[in-house]
């Protein structure tokens, strides 16, 4: 059965999902017109309001990452010199060379090395022992909360949550968050 790739737009409950199906099945499909919703926030159980993110560039906003992207802006640069790489043999020409990398630019995050452990309740030994990405979204949770003009302190017992999208974090690449608040 061939399907538009509108359908979930144009029928999106499951009763008149199967009512369209039904009809198309038994050949007594009639021209229907698609439904329109106007969502309400009234009985909405996720609702965003804030966001943050993290990407190579400097880009340390949703508005910097627009700028970025309408100026066509080249984030990519030299190797940071904050993460403790041995950027001295770190390079070499050959592709295959093991342990090293034949070129001397990427994508990075600015600041990636750079964390206040005290800050977020938790010891400097065990900020070290943390992904680079779970830090950064620390960071970028409370910025999404702190950009909606929420307190995140007066968050602490209630039944909300953080949805964050991530990139996959390789060598030499760079993770990056969005995060903004649910509530139930």
């Known amino acids: 059965l061939r399907l538009p790739s509108t359908l979930v737009f144009d029928y999106p409950t499951l009763t ?18 698609p439904t329109t919703h106007t969502p309400t926030t ?5 609702v965003i309001v804030g ?14 990452l627009w700028r970025a992207a309408l100026d066509g802006a080249d984030v990519i640069s030299d190797f940071p010199t904050d993460r403790g790489w041995d ?5 070499d020409p050959d592709p295959d060379a093991v342990g090293r990398t034949y ?7 600015q600041d990636a090395a750079v964390f206040e452990p005290e800050f977020f309740g938790i010891s400097p030994r065990e900020a070290t022992a943390m992904d680079p990405q779970q830090r950064l979204l ?11 003009g929420i307190d995140p302190a007066t968050l602490r017992g ?5 949805f964050a999208g991530l990139m996959a974090w390789r060598p030499g690449g760079s993770p990056t968050c ?3 608040r649910a509530r139930r």
């Open 178 to 180: 969005w995060a903004w």
């Open 51 to 64: 966001m943050a993110c993290r990407y190579p560039g400097d880009i340390t906003s949703p508005q910097g």
């Open 138 to 148: 620390l960071e970028t949770s409370w910025e999404a909360l702190e950009r909606a």
């Open 103 to 109: 070129t001397r630019k990427g994508g990075f995050l």
């Open 158 to 162: 209630s039944r909300t949550g953080v």
């Open 42 to 46: 009234d009985h909405d159980p996720i």
């Open 87 to 91: 950027l001295a043999n770190l390079y």
């Open 16 to 33: 008149t999902l199967a009512h369209h199906l039904d009809q198309h099945i038994q050949g007594t499909t009639t021209t229907h017109t």
